[in-house]
């Protein structure tokens, strides 16, 4: 399945050549490789249903740094300098890693007011779902792609859903559901249950989990080439034609995997 990673990652100029590129083509290439292998994967077999959160992690974490890659390339090429470095090693941590409580989800509780001519440069916080960004990209985009699906009248279960929501609501639910997605696959990499793991990775719950995931991750690449201070953006039909081949492929999946 590559419909998710060619709609996160926008358009590819001819004959690019840069780190920027180099670090697309990365991303896209786990993008694609653990969606092909967590797709195929048996949910009634305990044992590769357990292989499951670590594919699902994989995807949650490179789809989220290559929508935050056009939303602000600044952060991701710093790393990528970095980890470049003949100094980087890799069995130390590294400082300026990136780490879902700070680069994709707010560490610490936005101000009430963010854009207070008192506030210092460290109050204005850079999370892709963050209070800022927030404000700045994801509400008003949020409410174009809601009038772009009545202008165009587009015919998708996943849209037309989206289209009852209240904008603000959703976006808070959406980092919510990021939250509780992102450690509910953790936890079934690292192992941390002194319970019977496979009682709590049962078929129904990993599913609904995995479509879940799909589905705000779609949604949130399909409005990000809705805002032209994004980079890569596609145009409104060709992003929209992806999102319902995304839709159309995780539905048919959903389903041939139901009781």
Known sequence: MN??????????????????????????????????????LDLENSKQRLLAPFYARTILEASMTLLLLR????????????????????????????????DIIAASKAKEDIWNPENKVSDFDRALL??????????????????????????????????????IAYYERV????????SFFSKGIHYEFLIDIERAYDKLTMQNNLYSMFQKLALLALVSHFDPSVNHNLNKEDSTTLFRKIEEEIEQWYTKMKP
């Open 130 to 167: 963050g209070k800022h960004w927030g404000e700045l990209l994801w509400i008003p985009t949020f409410t174009k792609l809601q009038d772009y699906i009545v202008e165009k009248q587009i015919e998708s279960n996943w849209l037309n859903d989206f289209l009852s929501e209240e904008v």
């Open 3 to 40: 419909y998710l990673s060619d709609l996160l990652l926008g358009s590819i100029g001819e004959d690019e050549i840069s780190d920027v590129t180099k670090i697309r083509n990365n991303l896209q290439g786990t993008i694609n490789n653990f969606c092909i292998e967590l797709l195929e």
């Open 71 to 102: 939303v602000d390339p600044f952060r991701i090429l710093s790393i990528y300098k970095v980890q470049s470095s003949s100094k980087y090693d890799v069995t130390k941590k590294s400082n300026v890693a990136l780490l879902w409580n700070r």
């Open 175 to 182: 980092k919510t559901d990021s939250m509780k997605l992102f």
